[in-house]
């Protein structure tokens, strides 16, 4: 009898099993660096959040007089109003969108100081400065990861 070889082309199974193998690496290799990506993309959108912030908190002093009055460490909610209630205009004129943390998807924590640097409600001594604190995961530029603070003068490393 005479057997007829097939000229048989393929991959064998080791072979296959390799190549997934390979590609179930690369892609472990994607997704840690797209995590540390994403956590790079919070960062800068906080960063960007506060300074928008920060804008729009000098722009209520510029048209006001002093800075938004609230409680002691409380949220900036877009509705309170910059100094007297009749003559200014809420910050949320100069903001639109309240900015929220990317990760908690809360607002920022926000301090109105007197002259003494000392947290104040709406009292006359009110409105001279104020805390803006903030949280970064991985760290952004040249502030590290951690707790940091921002006031008139510019961005604080550390918490205010």
Known sequence: MKQIFKNKSGFTLVELLVVVAIIGMLSSLATVSLNSARTKARDSKRFADVRQLQLAVELCFQEGGSYPLLGAMGTLPLDYECGPLETLPALSSFLGIQPLDPSTYQPYSYCSLDESNIAA????????????????????????????????????????
């Open 121 to 160: 409600g709406c009292t006359d001594s009110a409105g001279t400065s104020y805390q803006i604190e903030f949280t970064l995961e991985d760290g952004s530029g040249t502030l590290p990861a951690g707790t940091h603070c921002v006031i008139p003068a510019g961005v604080l490393v550390g918490p205010c």
